[in-house]
């Protein structure tokens, strides 16, 4: 095992603990693998597996609750099928061995359900799951899926998704480490959401043998195994060290005001904002609701679940959901197709089913009606001045005043100026804009620095969006860095959202500048031709974060 992994520090702090992995895919088991003559024997191992599988999947339920817990009960009752028990029965009669026969028991009930229209098709995902879980369980390799553990531990994987994570009981994680994903990945906003230390892009990290105690320096990027425990103390400390004592709301040292917010993911993220001082939300993500699910959740389950959010704050700016692409959701899933990222996603998805979206707005509104809210809805992924109007008259007709869109792909922030005829604000996304102006999969992590928000080009279409003539935000993973928080003030941007811990810090990096020395760090950054260079020159006209130790 190498003495140390180095890859990408994308949520500061020190976390330590035994490496759980997530499992990749289960094998198939071999067509024509035939079991040793004991067919009797052989069934019962089939039916015994998945009745292991049922069970398991019932505990996970009401260990987690809510929505999830009625997802998991439905896929144990699918597991429990009896026509799948005879179907694999009848294979294990003719000589299959139990792990194929259960896995292609499953293919058959898979082509039924994939013909049965969009629907039912939506639950073939469901019942994959389930056939991996059984055939895991047949070939004793480990589960897919997010690993149970009893104590606090450092989750491995090759990358996460929204789904794997959806279940993660977050006082259990100590830190994050994957092979996959750049600064914006989910894993990435996922991990500074819950404050919790992350490391992207490490080569190697999969080959760490499960239950290896490793520390993951989420701010050098660096993982070491079984650390003595000198360093571990070493590392603690250092952390420790920064405090951010500025208070109250975001302003520059001469008063210019920088409201802050956060970006939540759901109603769980409140108290972390609270505690750091939120003024609002500024980016709700509510793809947390739809997340693991085959029908869209009521009008009732969603009024009630926005209104935990909106009754904490002043001013909540939510974003309708964001189906496709890096958060794929089972009951809108796109036709196949071969760039998901540049396809029916975001908004255009909402354009196609837009009964989702009006269930949506219309349960916004009715979440915020006797609140003292100002509540803001906004599109993600809108990419021209049709779109934006689009939007707006669905707010407009479902009860909502404000309607803002996101700029998040580059013809947006290059013709601001005709969105801003429609919408009443903007908001950027830098981690799509970036993804987009470079032609850069954010879920790379070889392309994590195509994706890195000093690029000079991408300071020069948020440029183009804060000139566009409407309050402009940011509230992509730019904002919560503290220097950069300072050239997006500069460039004319209006407010920043961030994840929650991210906010103390930059208050604190606003405070101990002006307007004007923000302004020319945000001209020296655009005069430098790569990242790095945009950042040293920022940092020159900034000279109090050195001082804060930022
Ligand atoms: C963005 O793209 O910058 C953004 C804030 O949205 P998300 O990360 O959810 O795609
Ligand atoms: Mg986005």
Known sequence: MPDRLSGRGVSPGIGVGPVRAIAGAVPEPPAGQRHQGDAGAETRRALDALEAVAADLEERGEKAGGEAKDVLVAQALMARDPGLAELAGQKVAGGSSAARAVYEAF????????????????????????????????????????PDSAEPFVLVAPDLAPADTALLDPAKVVGFVTEEGGPTSHTAILARAMGVPAVVAC?????????????????????????PEEEVARARTESAKSAFTATGPGATSDGHAVPLLANVGGPQDVPAALANGAEGVGLFRTEFLFLDRTTPPGEDEQEAAYRAVL?????????????GADKPLAFLAAAEEPNPALGERGLRMS???????????????????DLPVELRAMAPMVADAEEAAFFAEA??????????????????????????????????????????????????????GLQDPWQPALLDLVALAAEGGRPCGVCGEAAGDPALACVLTGLGITSLSMSPPALPAVRTALAAHTADQCRRAASAARTARSAAGARERARAELPGLSALGL
């Open 311 to 323: 009754a904490a704050f002043p001013y909540v700016v939510v974003r309708t959901l964001d189906a």
């Open 107 to 146: 293919g058959v009930f898979r082509e039924l359900l994939a013909g049965a229209g969009d629907y039912i098709a939506a639950r073939v995902a469901d019942l994959d799951d389930i056939r991996d879980r059984a055939v895991a369980v047949l070939l004793g390799v480990p589960m897919p899926g997010v």
């Open 395 to 448: 707010c407009h007709a479902a009860g909502i005043a404000h309607a803002g869109v996101m700029i998040e792909i580059p013809a947006a922030a290059l013709r601001a100026r005709d969105l801003a005829a429609e919408a009443d604000f903007f908001s950027v996304g830098t981690n799509d804009l970036a993804q987009y102006a470079f032609a850069a999969d954010r879920q790379v992590g070889a392309l994590g």
């Open 203 to 227: 080569p190697g990290c999969t080959a760490l043998a499960e239950g290896t105690v490793v520390l993951v320096d989420g701010a050098s990027g660096e993982v070491r195994p079984d650390p």
């Open 351 to 369: 354009r196609r089913h837009p009964e989702v979206l009006q269930a949506q707005l219309r349960a916004l509104a009715r979440a915020a009606r």
